[in-house]
């Protein structure tokens, strides 16, 4: 099942975890303490996270470990890529625009 990683990140509890585990590995009481969600919620996040491709679950003995995973970041990094080149473009224009308009007032 393909969810949507935008549908997937709109949470702010989730958002939170992903923040969280940035830092690397960490087992659920761990997320719980720094994100500040109850033990459920950061269960059923780190569920829905884990279906979306987003963290990953390794088996430590009696722990387990969840990190994220960087295909989804990548993707999204990709996707995002087309429209930073559209800003970038207008930013360009834009700083040129401005310089011309500066330096066209520091002749007067």
Do not use: N
């Not at 500040?36 to 009696?62: C, K, N, T, W, Y």
Request: glycine share 10%; charged share 30%.
């Amino acid at each position: 099942m393909h969810i949507d990683v935008f549908q997937t990140l709109a949470d702010p509890t989730r958002r939170r975890i992903v923040e969280v585990l940035r830092g690397g590995e960490q087992q659920v009481g761990d997320v719980v303490a720094k994100a500040g969600v109850h033990q459920s919620g950061v269960s059923r996040h780190l569920r829905i996270l884990s279906e979306a491709g987003f963290v990953s679950m390794r088996p430590d003995g009696q722990r387990r470990l969840y990190a994220l995973r960087p295909e989804p970041f990548r993707e999204l990094d990709e996707w995002l890529g087309s429209y930073r080149q559209l800003w970038e473009t207008r930013l360009d224009r834009f700083g040129a625009a401005l310089a011309k308009k500066q330096h066209g007032s520091k002749k007067k």
